[in-house]
């Protein structure tokens, strides 16, 4: 079975530093983007990037750019979602999902086929 | 305010059809496959259609999908309370070079 579990429930201050992971397991790991995507209190779904594990490739969207970073640990099969500096207006749920699709120079994408749980991140002073 | 324009909310009556529309343009929904996603309250969102019109394995054949041009449709017979959900149309925006949500559809079975 195809799954991805997501790390647990976060409680952060404002300016602190925060890496959650998402662990893959029942496919090849490194064959597969994995995205994440952003989901504030009571609002809809953000896509924020995508990276693909085989060779540690990203395209974050320019919204998340600068502000996030994307990583791949093939040996574990666990990608990450790193802040340096978090923010109040950080607080969300993150979900990472697989990618259905490829990437060249531009991505075809045909949807977001398996969703982790989720990771609550609460950034409050 | 999202790329893709869909209705804030549906309702109908259990055992009736609903359609949500998803509205996009020429660097989004025209030229790239649509999906579309179910999250029900409290968990994570599920795949409902990929590829436009592509029901994955274990989603019944009261969910199907459309698309015309820059817009997409999703819809579901047969309504059961259970389908009570917020729905998400997706696709890549070739523009932007990134994937992209519309707003989302809070359904409604009366």
């Known amino acids: 079975e195809v799954q991805l579990v997501q790390s647990g429930a976060e409680v952060k201050k404002p300016g602190s530093s925060l890496k959650i992971s998402c662990k893959g397991s029942?496919?090849?790991?490194?064959?597969?983007?994995i995205g994440w995507v952003r989901q504030r209190p009571g609002k809809g779904l953000e896509w924020m990037g995508i990276i693909y594990p085989g060779n540690s490739e990203t395209r974050v969207s320019p919204s998340f750019q600068g502000h996030v970073t994307l990583s791949a640990d093939k040996s574990f099969t666990t990608a990450y979602l790193q802040w340096s500096s978090l923010k109040a207006s950080d607080t969300a749920i993150y979900y990472c999902a697989r990618f259905a699709g490829y990437c060249n120079t531009k991505c075809y994408y045909y949807g977001l086929e398996v969703w982790g749980q989720g990771t609550t991140v609460t950034v409050s002073s | 305010q999202s790329v893709l324009t869909q209705p804030p909310s549906v309702s109908a009556a259990p055992g009736q059809k609903v359609t949500i529309s998803c509205a996009g343009s020429?660097?989004?929904?025209?030229?790239?496959?649509v999906s579309w996603y179910q999250q029900l309250p409290g968990t994570a969102p599920k795949l409902l259609i990929s590829k436009d019109d592509q029901r994955p394995s274990g989603i019944p054949d009261r969910f199907s999908a459309s698309k015309s041009g820059s817009s997409a449709t999703l819809a579901i017979t047969g309504l059961q309370t259970g389908d009570e959900a917020d729905y998400f149309c997706g696709t890549w925006d070739d523009s932007l070079s990134v994937g992209i949500f519309g707003g989302g559809t809070k359904l409604t079975v009366l």
């Open positions: 029942g496919y090849i790991f490194n064959n597969y983007w």
């Open positions: 020429t660097s989004n929904i025209e030229n790239n496959f």
